[in-house]
């Protein structure tokens, strides 16, 4: 039985003040909460001061980036070391706006997702299709070539220790989420590529998320298709209420 995950990804929002009034929010409601494992993801900025508010809570923490090396001569860059140091347990990599505004490609996903899981980080692999590539018809192709580019070269432990997010590119911040029937469609076809590239019983354990406009309304019929194992969550993770409305809907 998988257990459901629910990500909050701030992106490039909340000042310190901002992140601490969220988190003894979502720490008031969600603190003890066992039954949806909760991961805020803020900026690096702001990831120690809610490390430590989230220490001896239920809420894990989560980064939005890294760089693949250990260390080194990355000038503005942050490894999965420096990540650890700070009780990080999860990390996104490939989010489309990684991709699309800073020219990550499937070779630099799988490299980070490899050094992520080495410095055992999990890693919240992102994939999804633009607007363009489903009106083409291409949905089938790129989400097979992204998700065998980023998960190339693991194991079936490191796959299990990942998590997936399938967020199709058109459905981010736009307000236009993927229909259940649409999202279940896509979780489905990475689970089956999951199982051709190790097995049955591996894809029938790892965790797929859906991202892309998911609100309190729309969450518990998401969260309700068998292959969608919880939701990565932007603009509503910035609204303590929105996000712990959306956590609740994944039970
Ligand atoms: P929105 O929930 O704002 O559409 O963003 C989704 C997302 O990109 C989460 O990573």
Redesign the pocket.
């Given at each position: 039985m998988r257990k459901k995950i629910v990500?909050g990804?701030w992106?490039m929002n909340m000042t310190s003040d901002e992140a601490t009034n969220l988190v003894n929010a979502l720490k008031a409601d969600l603190g003890n909460f066992r039954e949806v494992e909760v991961v805020v993801c803020p900026p690096f900025t702001v990831l120690g001061v809610v490390s430590d508010l989230v220490h001896g809570t239920h809420i894990d923490l989560g980064a939005q980036n890294m760089h693949w090396e250990k260390s080194g001569a990355y000038t503005g860059e942050i490894s999965a070391g420096m990540l650890r140091e700070l009780y990080c347990h999860y990390v996104?990599l490939g989010?489309?706006?990684r991709r699309q505004y800073f020219g990550e490609t499937d070779e630099i996903v799988n490299r980070k997702t490899r050094a992520a899981l080495a410095a055992s980080l999990h890693p919240i692999v992102?994939v999804g299709e633009t607007l363009a590539e489903r009106e083409a018809g291409q949905v089938d192709a790129v989400i097979t070539r992204q998700v065998k580019g980023a998960l190339a070269g693991l194991s079936a432990k490191e796959l299990l220790d990942s998590v997936i997010?399938y967020?199709p590119v058109w459905?981010?911040?736009?307000?236009k989420?993927a229909s259940s029937e649409q999202a279940q469609e896509v979780h489905a076809l990475i689970r089956k590529l999951l199982a051709e590239m190790y097995d049955e019983t591996v894809a029938g354990g790892v965790r797929i998320q859906y991202?892309?406009?998911?609100?309190p309304g729309n969450a518990k019929e998401l969260f309700g298709m068998p292959d969608i194992d919880g939701g990565?969550?932007?603009?509503?993770?910035l609204d303590a209420k929105s996000f712990i409305d959306i956590v609740r809907a994944a039970v």
């Open positions: 990500a990804n992106k996104i989010h489309s706006e992102c997010a967020e459905a981010i911040g736009t307000g989420t991202g892309g406009s998911v609100k990565l969550i932007g603009g509503a993770a």
